[in-house]
Nanobody
Framework: QVQVVESGGGLVQPGESLRLSCKASGIRESIDSMGWYRQAPGKPRYKIATITHYGSTSYADFVKGRFTITIDNAENTVWLQMNSLTPEDTALYYC????????????WGQGTQVTVSS
């Protein structure tokens, strides 16, 4: 059974940092990429950052220079280092694992809450 589990969320003050982690388990095929998304109440889910198993990264403009995504392919684990957090970063953060060709299956975690407030 495939499981994608996020951790590391919490309550921080503006300007502080958090590091989210996500581990995918029970996956029998190779992961093509992993990524982080977020969704605030009443808003759509936005892609924040993705990383391929080769290490190629992509970031949303609103997190460039503040967030960094890294991956450990052997452990099917991805991290999101978030610096200089603002209240606008408050959201439920989801991890995604994408299998790529041929199945292109997507697996999602349940999310971890990040709240930035003074």
């Amino acid at each position: 059974q495939v499981q994608v589990v996020e951790s590391g969320g919490g309550l921080v003050q503006p300007g502080e940092s958090l590091r989210l982690s996500c581990k995918a388990s029970g996956i029998r095929e190779s992961i093509d990429s992993m990524g982080w998304y977020r969704q605030a109440p009443g808003k759509p889910r936005y892609k924040i950052a993705t990383i391929t198993h080769y290490g190629s990264t992509s970031y949303a403009d609103f997190v460039k220079g503040r967030f960094t995504i890294t991956i450990d392919n052997a452990e099917n684990t991805v991290w999101l280092q978030m610096n200089s957090l603002t209240p606008e970063d408050t959201a439920l953060y989801y991890c995604n694992a994408n299998m790529g060709f041929p199945t292109y299956m997507d697996y999602w975690g349940q999310g971890t809450q990040v709240t930035v407030s003074s």
